[in-house]
């Protein structure tokens, strides 16, 4: 996922000999895929989507001479693990100054109270305690915050930057966060993008800067 084309969706197996196909929906709401209109590839091929059955669509390429409707199981399969996309900008921005969407945290460059560099996010975490962000820099280990208020004090979303505090009680939870997180993690698909990050950060639907951390994994985070 870049920060401008967001990962919606992700075409699987065919259905029957008429060119339906599964399709994994990653929107807030699953049948809202279809809603976003044509959806891109990583080639640049543009689809629309029509669904047939739950989780069972009829594809149409939009090509310059004209709509194409995926009518065979051949061209099906051809597109097995296609990737779709929407732009950024189809997103309304969050209506509360405290809700990010995924896509905008992404990306984004951590420092720390002094201004050094602590990496980027490469990944937002939520399996039930709230949202966490990982945050990767060559020749160190990942950090894990909760994104709170606390720990996140500012997100300067205009220059792709947040600031991070990191006193030691916050590293210390950061990594009680990071062992629940790992363990909800296991068998919930693989982290090259066919999946999101878990199942409670859809990427059309804003997140949350909590107020303060929770400790536990089932019950979440009151702001």
């Known amino acids: 996922m870049t920060r401008n ?30 809603a976003y209109g044509p959806l891109a ?24 001479d004209g709509p194409a409707r995926i009518a065979d199981r051949t061209t099906a399969e051809r597109l097995v693990n296609t990737r779709l996309y929407i732009d950024r900008a189809q997103l309304p921005e969050p209506e ?3 809700e990010f969407y995924v896509a905008d945290l992404v990306g984004m460059t951590a420092v720390d109270a002094a201004g050094a560099v602590l990496g980027k996010v490469v990944t937002v975490h939520d399996y039930g305690a709230g949202a966490s962000l990982e945050i ?14 606390t720990c996140v004090p500012e997100v300067d979303r205009a220059n792709a930057r ?22 909800s993690a296991e068998g ?3 982290r090259v993008g066919t999946q999101p990050a878990s199942p409670a950060c859809p990427p059309d639907h ?7 951390a929770s400790t536990s994994p089932t019950t ?4």
């Not at 009829?58 to 310059?64: F, G, I, N």
């Not at 990767?136 to 208020?149: M, N, W, Y």
């Not at 804003?206 to 303060?212: D, N």
């Open 41 to 64: 590839d990583d080639r640049g091929r543009r689809f629309t989507l029509r669904w047939r059955g739950e989780g069972v669509a009829e594809l149409t390429e939009l090509r310059d």
């Open 96 to 98: 509360d100054a405290e």
């Open 136 to 149: 990767a820099k060559d020749g160190a280990a990942p950090l894990l915050v909760p994104f709170t208020r």
């Open 5 to 34: 084309n967001i990962l919606l969706g992700v075409i699987g197996r065919p259905h029957g000999v008429r060119g339906l196909v599964h399709v994994v929906s990653h929107a807030a709401d699953p049948a809202n895929l279809a």
């Open 188 to 190: 919930a698909g693989d």
């Open 206 to 212: 804003p997140h949350p800067r909590r107020s303060r």
């Open 162 to 183: 947040l600031a991070i505090n990191l006193p030691t009680d916050i590293i210390d939870l950061a990594h009680e966060v990071g062992e629940v997180e790992a363990r």
């Open 220 to 223: 979440g985070a009151r702001g």
